[in-house]
Each structure stands twice: as structure tokens, then as C-alpha cells.
T-cell receptor, first 114, second 117 residues
Framework: GNSVTQMEGPVTLSEEAFLTINCTYTATGYPSLFWYVQYPGEGLQLLLK?????DKGSNKGFEATYRKETTSFHLEKGSVQVSDSAVYFC?????????????FGQGTILTVHP | DVKVTQSSRYLVKRTGEKVFLECVQDMDHENMFWYRQDPGLGLRLIYFSYDVKMKEKGDIPEGYSVSREKKERFSLILESASTNQTSMYLCASRDRVEPRGQNSPLHFGNGTRLTVT
């Protein structure tokens, strides 16, 4: 079956530091890959996505590249802000008639200090 | 903007009670989902529905049932609540996806934090 593994958290950084959150996956077929973010007290929001190999998703300064050869979709940001403090989830959607089900990683808590 | 509304933000129930968690979306989406979120486990799919009166088990359906009588409403039911069902419950919806279309994102509600004592 499908699975997603994220790096262990929590991650604590100072403002303007470089961020990497690792994500690897196992899936059959041609999955689409997503990063969702959950700010305190809120539901999840889509941050970025990539639907085929070598695609790069980007949004709000965050980037992730779909690497089929390493089955990875690592999230990066060059300079984090305090407002980026949140929980980040990597997810995949399998191909075929999956009705849009997503398989999520365990989530990584990011805290950014001024 | 898509709005997914979960009726309660916090709920406290006793062991053995029947519990209803309600979710309503306002964008005429066909697909709706119930996940539970637990620390260290991420989100796990309980049930989903791809159309009115249609439902499918997710990865952890035991102890839960669902109801989808109208397109906009998807209810999660705990027939007899137990302490191991204490969790954050997240509802989500999305537009129907054609067989190879995978671009439509999930839209989530803000969650219901259920405590079973």
C-alpha cells in the first residue's frame, strides 16, 4: 500500500534560517505529491503540490521537487519567518480510481523564533 | 472560497455514549472524508464518501460509521464511544476527480477535538 514518511520533529529554527523537512514515499503507479500546512487552531491548507516526476511545486517561498528516482518530496524554504510556525504534512494521492484519498505522513512541527 | 464547517470545536463525551460529528461543505463537492489526527501518527482516513448515500471504509473504520443523506453533509458516528477515540477529527471535501485527474486539493474544516472520559 501507499505510505509517507516524514522526518522526525519538532524542528526549531531562528528567523531567516534555511528550512528542510524531508519526506519520502512508497506508492504504486504514478502518485501526486502534496505538502499541507496546519496553523495553530486551524484545519489543513494546501501549501504546494506536484503531479509528475521532476515537477517543482512552490508557494509562499516554499519549494519541493518530485524526485521519482529517490521517491522523495522534500520541503525547503530559504529564509523562514515566525509566521511559518505550524505543522507540515507531506501527503500522496495514488493514481487510478482512488476517489482522491490522501495518505499523510506523521507531520512535522516547526517553531521559528525571532 | 470553499467553506467546510464542522459543527463543534470541542466535545466531551462519556464512554458508551453515541456521538455524532457533523460536517457541511458549501461547494457542491462530491467527495467527502473523515480523518482523525493523532500526535506522531499524522492523519488517518476513517471513512470517505464519493457521492450521496455512497460510502467506503478508509484505513481505520472500526468503531465508526458514517451517513451521507445529502450532498453537502457528511456525518461521522461513534456508536459507543471509547477512550481510545479521544482525538482531533478533521472533515474534508473535494471536487470529483476524473480517473487521471489528480489536481483538485482537499479542503479541510477546522477540526473537532473530541475527549471521551
Amino acid at each position: 500500500g501507499n505510505s509517507v514518511t516524514q522526518m522526525e520533529g519538532p524542528v526549531t529554527l531562528s528567523e531567516e534560517a534555511f528550512l528542510t523537512i524531508n519526506c519520502t514515499y512508497t506508492a504504486t503507479g504514478y502518485p501526486s505529491l502534496f505538502w499541507y500546512v496546519q496553523y495553530p487552531g486551524e484545519g489543513l491548507q494546501l501549501l504546494l503540490k506536484a503531479t509528475k516526476a521532476d515537477d517543482k511545486g512552490s508557494n509562499k517561498g516554499f519549494e519541493a521537487t518530485y524526485r521519482k528516482e529517490t521517491t522523495s518530496f522534500h520541503l525547503e524554504k530559504g529564509s523562514v519567518q515566525v509566521s511559518d510556525s505550524a505543522v507540515y504534512f507531506c501527503a500522496l494521492r495514488g493514481g487510478g480510481t482512488s476517489y482522491g484519498k490522501l495518505t499523510f505522513g506523521q507531520g512535522t512541527i516547526l517553531t521559528v523564533h525571532p | 472560497d470553499v467553506k467546510v464547517t464542522q459543527s463543534s470545536r470541542y466535545l466531551v463525551k462519556r464512554t458508551g455514549e453515541k456521538v455524532f460529528l457533523e460536517c457541511v461543505q458549501d461547494m457542491d463537492h462530491e467527495n467527502m472524508f473523515w480523518y482523525r489526527q493523532d500526535p506522531g501518527l499524522g492523519l488517518r482516513l476513517i471513512y470517505f464518501s464519493y457521492d450521496v448515500k455512497m460510502k467506503e471504509k478508509g484505513d481505520i473504520p472500526e468503531g465508526y460509521s458514517v451517513s451521507r443523506e445529502k450532498k453537502e453533509r457528511f456525518s461521522l458516528i461513534l456508536e459507543s464511544a471509547s477512550t481510545n477515540q479521544t482525538s482531533m477529527y478533521l472533515c474534508a471535501s473535494r471536487d470529483r476527480v476524473e480517473p487521471r485527474g489528480q489536481n483538485s486539493p482537499l479542503h479541510f474544516g477546522n477540526g473537532t477535538r473530541l475527549t471521551v472520559t
